[in-house]
């Protein structure tokens, strides 16, 4: 397995971690790429994105290469129904501000900087909200 696809299964499992702790579990189900998933038509629901930047060498000299990340958990709530369930969103994910993962064989150490929430463009029938959480993580060059 590549060190990209370890560093992404160990970034999205914190955060569903952080998720499955939260109290919006029950609430709100999560959309996730390549997953089946029937989207609510009159309640809160999110899909989750994981992205990963351009890798560089982390440092001269070092056989270690560093590459940004962003998670994105779009919140679509139904008009009307206001932004609590967005904001609680953004709290879930606070849980991982500044924390630091390190794969179980140590090739891989991603850093997480803030969580943050912006509106999002209104969707048919759903106000729509991003929450966003950024890093890196630094992984052993294998060449």
Known sequence: MSQHVTAAQ???QAWKTAWEAGTLKAAMPVEYKNRRFQQPTDSAWARF????????PAALGQKRERTPF???LQVFIPKGKG???A???ADITTALNYQVLTSNDRTITAHF???SMEDGPEETG????NVTISGH???TRTT
């Open 83 to 85: 932004s609590k369930q």
């Open 137 to 139: 993580y630094d992984s």
């Open 126 to 129: 759903f106000a729509s909200f």
């Open 10 to 12: 160990l970034i999205t």
């Open 70 to 72: 962003f998670i994105t």
């Open 113 to 115: 900087q803030t969580a």
């Open 49 to 56: 994105t994981f992205l990963q930047g351009k890798t560089e």
């Open 87 to 89: 904001r609680q969103a």
